[in-house]
DNA sequence: AGAGTTACCTAGGAGTCCTAGGCAACTGGT
DNA sequence: ACCAGTTGCCTAGGACTCCTAGGTAACTCT
């Protein structure tokens, strides 16, 4: 990290591309923070001023952006592979825990994949990846539309809630472990899905 | 609105108080988003400078978590008020209703209670009555321990995260309305809790 | 080696939070 | 009714943020 600089005589370059200053951001936002995500934050790890960031990202917000993309592919890259192989209620925990572990992991990330992405941004991101293996779970349950749709949406809904209350501390009340609940919760989602009922 | 300032000869007062800072600060919260509620704004508001803030609250910290302790008390009442009475399906409803109600309503009042608060500010708050009331609605549906305390995490996390996929667009896809997937996950949660999975 | 491009620099404007110290406006005692 | 004390908002200014403009050093290509 940091190329040198030789402080002495003359001046040598970082070695700065978008792809190296996002990932440091993306370190920095699960170090520090994903709100703690500056651009004289990052451009003080790679010891080089605030300006010259801009020659590789236009602002702030593309910076957060790109942590944002970089995220959602690699969250689903780990959801994807532990789902690979697997169907029904193997596949709905294997879903569950990887989406957890990659948020209680990777939180400054995890923060970053909650960010609105303006739609072309979000378009040739992962966020498709993600619908389709949602939906792959689905399959084990048999459900029809309008209730898969539904069903998505209940699945993608409390996880993410759980994993932000979680994180949040909303869950520290008490001796009751989250984890133990989490693994409870997913039982319930398991017959709800099975049981899905009728409208 | 903005006590006059009489910009001719003499200054007047602008009447500030802390709980007239902290109420315009979530109005504009709701308005322009919560993460844009800086003393600066608030100061324009009132035709003050922002160091006059400063006399009624010691940092920009304090004034969101005063936001944040507002919105907690306003979303207990309002749940509060639309869970009496009833029992059961219907205050389980009735309970959802109320809170997605209030976080679409003020969406940046609701935002500021995802703040994480110091411990001694969130005693305070009204984060006991939201357990109080989560614990009620179970009521209805004779769970023991541990298995409740594991309900009311799944009831807040679902609401909690259909509440902010919802704001935050990633609903958006399709033609499904959220409001009818909003009935159907009650529906599944009602029979969730209906049939909850022995351990 | 010289020309052209790229990478990082300095300088500086505008906006943020926050502190220190000052004067005007109110309040209460006599 | 006035004077003393308190309170409320002020100006001034430091440290930090994002971002633009324009300069120069370092690399690349012919």
Redesign the interface.
Do not use: I, K
């Given at each position: 990290m940091a190329l040198g600089k030789e402080k002495g005589y003359l001046m040598a370059r970082a070695g700065l591309t978008p792809a190296r200053i996002i990932d440091a951001a993306a370190d920095l936002a699960d170090k520090d923070g994903f709100e703690s995500v500056s651009m004289s934050a990052v451009a003080r790890l790679f010891e080089v001023k605030d300006a010259s960031l801009y020659a590789h990202v236009r602002s702030l917000h593309e910076l957060r952006s790109g942590v944002a993309v970089l995220s959602l592919a690699e969250l689903a890259d780990q959801v994807g592979a532990a789902l690979a192989g697997r169907a029904g209620r193997d596949a709905l925990i294997a879903f569950a825990n990887a989406y957890r572990s990659y948020a209680t992991s990777h939180p400054g990330r995890y923060a970053a994949t909650?960010m609105?992405l303006e739609p072309e941004v979000a378009e040739h991101s992962a966020a498709a990846r993600h619908?389709a293996m949602t939906r792959a779970i689905l399959r084990g349950y048999a459900l029809n539309?309008?209730?898969e749709?539904?069903?998505v949406?209940?699945l993608?809904?409390?996880?993410?809630?759980?994993v932000?209350?979680e994180r949040?501390?909303?869950?520290s009340?008490?001796a009751?472990s989250?984890s133990?609940?989490w693994d409870?919760?997913l039982?319930?989602?398991?017959?709800?899905l099975s049981?899905?009922?009728p409208?």
């Open positions: 909650q609105t619908a539309e309008p209730d749709t539904d069903a949406r209940l993608h809904a409390t996880f993410h809630g759980f932000l209350l949040g501390g909303g869950f009340r008490g009751r989250s133990a609940s409870r919760v039982d319930a989602l398991h017959t709800t049981n899905w009922p409208s």
